[in-house]
């Protein structure tokens, strides 16, 4: 289940992190799921006794091969209750791009702005909760008005 906050849950187990990091220009970063064929945005599952940044930061490195700055909002939640835990989603900036060390994710990156990317994912795979999420990060950003 999908909910937008504004603070970071205190009651619920959080197992991963993902971002929406946006460029100076209004621009957003998605990676590419070769596997599943979808666009996605940067995160994945905490390691065990890994911080929330920590695993933002991994997470961006190893997936799009950015550094993030320090401004990170967090902006959504989605809650599987089947194993009562979530993933929080963060509305960050690009501090700038690193070379990706060898072994990690290979999966690519795309940088477009809010607009294509609904777009892009809604003929892709349509999935809701992933459009809605894009959406709110576009409104929260400055960068979409709301429709």
């Not at 940088?111 to 992933?130: C, L, S, V």
Request: with cysteine; proline share 3%; net charge negative.
């Amino acid at each position: 289940m999908l909910t937008f906050i504004s603070e970071i849950p205190t009651d619920k187990n959080i197992s991963g992190v993902h971002c929406i990091p946006v460029l100076e220009n209004g621009n957003l970063i998605l990676t590419w799921d070769k596997d599943d064929k979808i666009l996605t945005t940067i995160g994945g599952r905490l390691e065990k006794n890994e911080s929330l940044e920590d695993g933002l930061n991994r997470e961006s490195m190893e997936e799009a091969g950015i550094e993030l700055t320090d401004e990170r909002v967090p902006f959504a939640c989605w809650y599987w209750k089947e194993f009562d835990s979530c993933r929080i989603y963060f509305l960050t900036k690009v501090k700038r791009f690193i070379e990706m060390p060898k072994g990690f994710e290979t999966t690519g990156y795309i940088i477009t702005n809010f607009e294509t990317a609904i777009e892009m994912i809604q003929k892709i795979e349509g999935r809701e909760e992933r459009i809605a999420v894009v959406k709110r990060a576009g409104v929260l950003s400055g960068w979409l008005t709301k429709k």
